[in-house]
């Protein structure tokens, strides 16, 4: 694992430099692969995109994500976050998606009788069985701040945003992890272009033993003939 900075950070629609979403998820797959940001570069924010860019680059490995806790089932209510799940652990390094305590959790109300089949709005059906009449009452799910930081075990090891507070309480939405599927596919072109210098500098080493094995045996030749000459000149 090495630590990977996050380069974008969340800001909201009406912020004056325009929204941006963070890109906290490529850090951290950055981070447990060892790689330059740069090459994850291509990872947003929706498990997507790094499922195509594990299988691209690791075709041995394959990527999953599950949901943590019991909230998904129900209706959902915006302060229920501190329900999720406090702790959790998978083996290894893993990336955990977790409540942020910097983007805020947006609650959506609208209902489909308040819209034609042009998806025009119109006079909402008193009738509805969803909303009464009221579409601003139905509540269309939460759109949830979240985070994504790296974890080894059941430990924070890496939080990719430059706040990073010291002791945070990590509400867990989800865990994502890498588990290798086929190991015979897992010899990466780093490793391969390794062991190609590993072989080079050990015949170099090899050509350097020799060449000095010769040295010393010419060495000897040179010693044992002048011990010769000494001999024959007394
Ligand atoms: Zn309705």
């Not at 325009?18 to 994850?40: H, M, N, T």
């Not at 949901?67 to 209706?75: A, F, S, Y």
């Not at 229920?80 to 947006?106: C, F, K, L, Q």
């Not at 759109?143 to 924070?156: D, E, I, K, P, Q």
Request: hydrophobic share 30%; proline share 6%; glycine share 6%.
């Amino acid at each position: 694992m090495i630590c990977v900075e996050q380069r974008h950070l969340w800001r909201p629609d009406d912020h004056l430099d325009g929204p941006q979403r963070g890109d906290c998820a490529a850090a951290c797959v950055a981070s447990i692969f060892e790689l330059p940001y740069e090459e994850c570069a291509e990872i947003g924010a929706t498990d997507d995109t790094i499922t195509a860019w594990t299988e691209k680059r690791y075709p041995g490995i394959s990527y999953s994500h599950r949901m943590l806790g019991e909230g998904w089932r129900g209706k959902e209510r915006i302060e229920d976050y501190v329900n999720w799940p406090t702790s959790h652990y998978e083996r290894g390094y893993w990336m955990a998606t977790i409540w942020s305590p910097r983007i805020p959790d947006v609650e959506t109300f609208d209902c489909g009788c308040a819209y034609d089949q042009n998806n025009e709005s119109t006079d909402p059906d008193p009738n509805c069985k969803w909303c009464h009449g009221d579409p601003g009452s139905r509540s269309m799910g939460i759109t949830w701040g979240l985070h994504a930081v790296v974890m080894l075990g059941a430990n924070l090891a890496w939080d990719p945003h430059p706040a990073r507070e010291k002791n945070p309480t990590l509400y867990f939405c989800g865990a994502s992890k890498w588990t290798v599927t086929d190991p015979s596919q897992l010899i990466s072109k780093a490793k391969l272009a390794n062991a190609v210098a590993n072989a080079i500098e050990l015949d170099q080493l090899r050509r350097l033993h020799e060449e000095r094995t010769a040295l010393k045996q010419e060495l000897r030749k040179t010693k044992d003939e002048l011990a010769q000459l000494t001999e024959s000149g007394k």
